[in-house]
């Protein structure tokens, strides 16, 4: 397996939130000696989501999450304030769905 898939998806995920919200500020925040890069985040008028990059999958948490619909069932099955979506190599991303959420994510931010 290579490592490379989790580039191109943490590029995917980019890709789309920009698309869903053209104004999102992307950050790197929590940088330490395992991760020096840091984990990025994306806001709008408070914190959309985090991307954190780990062996076999790449995880999406929607800081506000639980109030979120999720039609397609995107996240994974929890309750609380936090939700998040974990990508596998052979998993393909629903991009509108995944728009979906992050619009409704600013929409609660702006509410």
Not at 12 to 39: F, H, M, Q, T, Y
Not at 57 to 75: E, M, N, R, W, Y
Not at 82 to 88: C, P, S, V, W
Request: aromatic content about 6%; proline content about 5%.
């Amino acid at each position: 397996m290579s490592s490379d898939w989790r580039v191109a998806r943490v590029d995917e995920i980019r890709s789309l939130i920009n698309k869903a919200a053209p104004d999102v500020v992307e950050e790197a925040k929590w940088k330490k000696a395992s991760n020096p890069d840091g984990v990025p985040t994306f806001s709008l008028d408070g914190l959309i989501c985090t991307v954190e990059t780990y062996k076999a999958k790449v995880k999406v948490t929607f800081a506000k999450g639980g109030s979120l619909p999720d039609p397609a069932g995107l996240f994974l099955p929890a309750t609380g304030v936090r939700r998040a979506i974990d990508t596998e190599e052979a998993d393909v991303l629903d991009a509108d769905a995944f728009v979906a959420l992050v619009q409704a994510a600013v929409a609660l931010n702006q509410g």
